[in-house]
């Protein structure tokens, strides 16, 4: 691997974008080289197994891209497929994991809220965090059809505001004082979440924890890149560009490829 080699980012869509986004702004000077398996989403819908399939075809796709570190961006894949990839494949991975733990330790009410896909709150690396913290309560909420309708460009619609709202008052009745977003897609719906639930109610995602990691690794392995070239960011999917140039706008230095 060298420095001025790409850092590989994954997910079953454009959700990752909203890591991606993090990790560019900390680390500009790197290219990254960015897949987004639109026509699988949601991963959260899938078995393990097919969960662990996917992401070994897209890190084998990143890999002979030169990636020298990998980034699985998407919370599903991370919790039911990163250690499998981590014994498989030699390169470093960074995941992205609920961020319970500050939530946790930052809650007067100690009460939680975790919105997230079912295959992230049904797996065992979940559950193996969740009882890190005996004395929070925890409420967890399966975010049903929002992945759908962010990669079909719905996420203003008025399905998606009354997925919201079914969705988060039961909590805010619970009494949470954090709300955890537990998939990389969610970011994306914070300025409609903002409207639904009471401004006390803080919002956490693990964007920039990422990209402080990422950092990190780069720095322990000395492969930060330190070259004067202008950095490149390539951005594949196998589905329609319009939706990853819509929510990437106006970042004109990207490139877009199908696989």
């Given at each position: 691997?060298?420095?001025?080699?790409?850092?590989?980012?994954?997910?079953?869509?454009?959700?990752?974008?909203s890591?991606?986004?993090?990790?560019?702004?900390?680390?500009?000077?790197?290219?990254?080289?960015?897949?987004?398996?639109s026509?699988?989403?949601?991963?959260?819908?899938?078995?393990?197994?097919?969960?662990?399939?996917?992401?070994?075809?897209?890190?084998?796709?990143?890999?002979?891209?030169?990636?020298?570190?990998?980034?699985?961006?998407?919370?599903?894949?991370?919790?039911?497929?990163?250690?499998?990839?981590?014994?498989?494949?030699?390169?470093?991975?960074?995941?992205?994991?609920?961020?319970?733990?500050?939530?946790?330790?930052?809650?007067?009410?100690?009460?939680?809220?975790?919105?997230?896909?079912?295959?992230?709150?049904?797996?065992?690396?979940?559950?193996?965090?969740?009882?890190?913290?005996?004395?929070?309560?925890?409420?967890?909420?399966?975010?049903?059809g929002?992945?759908?309708?962010?990669?079909?460009?719905?996420?203003?619609?008025?399905?998606?505001?009354?997925?919201?709202?079914?969705?988060?008052?039961?909590?805010?009745?619970?009494?949470?004082?954090?709300?955890?977003?537990?998939?990389?897609?969610?970011?994306?719906?914070?300025?409609?979440?903002?409207?639904?639930?009471?401004?006390?109610?803080?919002?956490?995602?693990?964007?920039?924890?990422v990209?402080?990691?990422?950092?990190?690794?780069?720095?322990?392995?000395?492969?930060?890149?330190?070259?004067?070239?202008?950095?490149?960011?390539?951005?594949y999917?196998?589905?329609?560009?319009?939706?990853?140039?819509?929510?990437?706008?106006?970042?004109?230095?990207?490139?877009?490829?199908?696989?």
């Amino acid at each position: 691997m060298n420095s001025i080699d790409p850092i590989g980012l994954f997910d079953s869509g454009i959700g990752g974008t909203s890591i991606w986004k993090e990790v560019h702004a900390l680390l500009p000077n790197e290219n990254t080289i960015y897949l987004a398996d639109s026509k699988n989403a949601p991963y959260g819908l899938k078995s393990k197994e097919e969960i662990i399939f996917l992401s070994e075809k897209n890190t084998e796709i990143l890999l002979e891209q030169n990636c020298k570190l990998i980034v699985v961006a998407c919370n599903t894949a991370t919790t039911n497929a990163i250690k499998e990839l981590r014994v498989k494949y030699k390169v470093p991975f960074i995941g992205i994991e609920p961020a319970i733990k500050p939530a946790a330790l930052q809650s007067k009410t100690q009460t939680i809220g975790i919105l997230a896909t079912k295959g992230t709150l049904n797996s065992a690396l979940f559950h193996e965090n969740v009882a890190k913290h005996p004395d929070v309560k925890i409420v967890e909420q399966i975010g049903h059809g929002l992945v759908q309708l962010i990669e079909n460009d719905a996420i203003a619609s008025e399905e998606m505001n009354e997925l919201l709202k079914s969705y988060l008052l039961p909590m805010v009745e619970k009494n949470i004082d954090y709300l955890v977003l537990g998939c990389s897609h969610y970011p994306y719906l914070i300025p409609q979440i903002k409207k639904i639930i009471p401004s006390k109610i803080k919002i956490i995602d693990s964007g920039e924890a990422v990209a402080k990691q990422t950092k990190k690794i780069l720095e322990e392995r000395d492969l930060l890149n330190v070259s004067n070239s202008a950095p490149t960011s390539l951005f594949y999917t196998n589905s329609t560009t319009d939706v990853l140039k819509k929510i990437l706008d106006p970042i004109d230095t990207i490139s877009y490829k199908n696989f």
